[in-house]
């Protein structure tokens, strides 16, 4: 059975940094791009970090979407199953629930629509 369990949200001013841990027991971590998302409020969930399997590349890459370029930093820990999520510079337009998932997110109903409970960020002063 999958399992995704994202931790470390929370409220910051703005300006602040949070740091994100997702823990996933299963079969959907290995060899597999894994991604953060988030969703806001009233819009859709999103995509805003990814990171390859380095498995296949012995390169570990990552990609990010522009809102959060440059203040975010995604990184994987094989041994461990876990997926991080470094954040800084945070404004109140990054506050959303933050989910971890593989990538893309047609590959998570393929894989049979596992999602954790997700964790709250709030930026606000």
């Known amino acids: 059975q999958v399992q995704l369990v994202e931790s470390g949200g929370g409220l910051v001013q703005p300006g602040g940094s949070l740091n994100l841990s997702c823990a996933i027991s299963?079969?959907?971590?290995?060899?597999?791009?894994m991604a953060w998302y988030r969703q806001a409020p009233g819009k859709a969930r999103e995509w805003v970090a990814i990171?390859?399997?380095?498995?296949?590349?012995?390169?570990?890459?990552?990609n990010y979407a522009a809102s959060v370029k440059g203040r975010f930093t995604i990184s994987r820990d094989n041994a461990k199953n876990v997926v991080y999520l470094q954040m800084t510079n945070l404004n109140p337009e990054d506050t959303a629930v933050y989910y971890c998932?593989?990538?893309?997110?047609?590959?998570?109903?393929?894989?049979?629509?596992?999602w954790g409970q997700g964790t709250q960020v709030t930026v606000s002063s």
């Open positions: 299963g079969t959907i971590f290995s060899g597999r791009l």
């Open positions: 990171v390859t399997s380095p498995e296949e590349t012995n390169i570990e890459d990552t």
């Open positions: 998932n593989v990538y893309p997110e047609p590959l998570v109903r393929h894989l049979g629509g596992y």
